[in-house]
């Protein structure tokens, strides 16, 4: 991977105030921790949350200062920064992660997570989700765990009232050879398309449909440009919760422990918290218009049936041996869990 010079962006980001501090006294460890998301969305409210009790935790020892919406750059920057100690720790969504650690790209196959959050959890904490976070350790960070983010949902201009109607259309995706695959055996085409050109692209036709959480789709108004929305909960979006490496082996075990354990803890108020955010959004679509319908569980399990050898496929093929590994991994996990 070829690095920027995140030192020079981080220079001026790195004046503006973050989290304030919990305890009088000076903590002994603070660690700069910088997200995309806005002050009022889900992972930012659970940081903070997560900041408050590390630090009472350790008895205002460890301060964590939050910095939400890229104030430290774009989440290149973040991880870059986050690697060579810039700053102490980046929460990333792992489809931004891919180009710096390809094994974590398992996370864009479509329906590897259940949508029951007990099923869900148990993978994340099986030896497949700590094989994950291993796989970060080559790369001169800590990858303590997983956090979930929702998942994404279809919308297109064209009829989507089953998964056969999806054949030939074409629909914007992150530039991502699994997800590529994706469409392509559901016998759409796919378009890699940044981010910012998504809403123009929809508009003028480039594009039928595109992919993406609810709670995006209604803050982007998507509903503006897109006429059908299928809440088909089909793509995962996992947050890794990175530190770098020197900065977390500085810290004595006992406090490193209450840190991973905190993040741990609050995950079921966040998917709640999430969850209705989600429910709040897919009202704003309906009244704005879109046609929205559930995808069935039989449908879902038709389209994991249809999808997951392809995509499977082109993630063993970029990520090796790792890859492969951490399939045998997940498949055993999925059967423990879901197929039991």
Not at 115 to 129: L, N, V, Y
Not at 139 to 149: C, S, T
Not at 161 to 173: H, L, M, P
Not at 186 to 192: K, N, V, W
């Amino acid at each position: 991977m070829t690095f920027s010079k995140p030192a020079k962006i981080f220079a001026a980001a790195l004046c503006i105030s973050g989290l304030s501090v919990f305890s009088a006294q000076a903590a002994e460890f603070v660690a700069k921790i910088g997200h995309l998301e806005s002050a009022q969305q889900s992972r930012n409210i659970y940081l903070e949350k997560v900041a408050k009790l590390v630090n009472e935790r350790t008895d205002g020892n460890v301060e964590f200062e939050i910095y939400p919406q890229g104030q430290l750059g774009n989440q290149r920057q973040m991880t870059e920064g986050t690697q060579l100690g810039v700053l102490e720790a980046t929460v990333s969504p792992a489809a931004f992660l891919g180009g710096f650690n390809p094994a974590v790209s398992v996370l864009d196959i479509p329906y590897l997570m259940p949508q029951d959050f007990k099923q869900a959890q148990a993978i994340r904490d099986s030896a497949f989700g700590k094989e994950l976070m291993a796989s970060f350790s080559s790369k001169g960070v800590v990858a303590i765990g997983l956090w979930p983010n929702g998942f994404k949902q279809f919308t297109s201009n064209q009829p989507i009232e089953n998964w056969k109607e999806f054949a030939g259309q074409k629909f914007r995706v992150m530039d991502s050879n699994i997800l590529i695959e994706q469409f392509k055996a559901m016998g759409s085409s796919a378009i890699a398309l940044p981010f910012g050109e998504l809403y123009t692209s929809l508009q003028m036709g480039v594009v039928d449909g595109e992919e993406n959480p609810l709670d995006t789709i209604e803050r982007m108004k998507y509903y503006e440009v897109q006429k059908n929305l299928v809440v088909s909960d089909h793509g995962a979006m996992e947050d890794v919760i990175l530190f770098n490496d020197a900065f977390w082996n500085s810290l004595p075990e006992n406090y490193r422990k209450v840190i991973v354990d905190t993040f741990h803890e609050v995950i079921p108020d966040l998917v709640k918290d999430k969850a209705d955010k989600v429910a709040a959004a897919l009202e704003v679509v309906k009244k704005n218009g879109m046609n929205v319908r559930v995808a069935t569980p039989e449908e879902r399990k038709a389209l994991r049936e249809e999808v997951y050898p392809a995509t499977k496929a082109a993630y063993v093929e970029r990520a090796g041996d790792e890859g492969k590994k951490l399939i045998d991994l997940y498949e055993k996990a999925y059967a423990d869990v879901v197929d039991k």
